[in-house]
């Protein structure tokens, strides 16, 4: 696996700081009311609040912060599924690793 060019650029100050924020956000009326209203960002269903977390779409170990921008409620599943990766890599990582047969982009 190439694994090199996944870089991890968050320090652990840096992933403290935006971890704490995101708590803090959490007890905002914009994420209070998310979490009321239960629909996972990823999945679009509906659960329980106690179901829910928040998630940063770009991971703070991969220097996304505790914006509203990068910050969404989702489900439990939905972010185990997901882990480290940042939303480009998850297609990636979805797209089959065989090319259709006669693909013409190699000589
Ligand atoms: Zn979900």
Known sequence: MP?????VTADE??????????RELRKTPYYQNLLNRGICHYCGKKFPREELTL??????ARGGRSTRGNLVV??????QNKGMLT????????????PPDGSPDRQ
């Open 13 to 22: 100050d840096f992933i403290r700081r935006e971890r704490a924020k995101a």
């Open 74 to 79: 989702c489900c439990r599943q939905c972010n």
């Open 55 to 60: 998630d940063h779409i770009v991971p703070v």
């Open 87 to 98: 939303p480009a890599e998850q297609l990636l990582a979805e797209t089959p690793e065989t």
């Open 3 to 7: 694994d090199e060019w996944i870089e």
